[in-house]
C-alpha cells in the first residue's frame, strides 16, 4: 500500500489550494483516511479526517475554511483549503487507516495499522 500526496506549495495569506492523496495497492476499503500536519518545532497534529461513511472531523483552527472530503471508487482523500494563514504553514501528511486488502491469496486481510504518505509543505506567506 502506498499514498501519494500532491497540490502543495507556496500561496500567500487568504489564497486557497487543494491537497489530493492516492492510495494504490489491493485495497478493497479503507476506514478511514485523513491529513495530518507538522510545523517546525511542533508536533504532527491532525487536521482533518473523514471515515468511509462521510463523518468529518477538523481541528478547531481550520473549521470553516478547510473541507475534507474522499473518492471511495478511487481510494482518494481531498483537502480543501480557503482562507489559509501563514499558521497554516507545515508539511502536510495523508493518513490512511484501517484497510481492508487482499492478498496474493485472494484472501481478504484486515488491519488497523496507519498509512502515510511521504509529506506535502503548504507555505503561506503574509
Known amino acids: 500500500v502506498q499514498l501519494q500526496a500532491s497540490g502543495g506549495g507556496l500561496v500567500q495569506a487568504g489564497g486557497s489550494l487543494r491537497l489530493s492523496c492516492a492510495a494504490s495497492g489491493r485495497i478493497l476499503r479503507i476506514d478511514r483516511m485523513g491529513w495530518y500536519r507538522q510545523a517546525p518545532g511542533k508536533e504532527r497534529e491532525l487536521v482533518a479526517s473523514?471515515?468511509?461513511?462521510?463523518?468529518?472531523d477538523y481541528v478547531d483552527s481550520v473549521k470553516g475554511r478547510f473541507t475534507v472530503s474522499r473518492d471511495n471508487a478511487k481510494n482518494t482523500v481531498y483537502l480543501q483549503m480557503i482562507s489559509l494563514k501563514p499558521e497554516d504553514t507545515a508539511v502536510y501528511y495523508c493518513n490512511a487507516h484501517g484497510l481492508t486488502t487482499e492478498n496474493i491469496m485472494g484472501e481478504l486481510v484486515v488491519d488497523g495499522e496507519d498509512y502515510w504518505g511521504k509529506g506535502t509543505q503548504v507555505t503561506v506567506s503574509s
Open positions: 473523514v471515515t468511509s461513511g462521510g463523518s468529518t
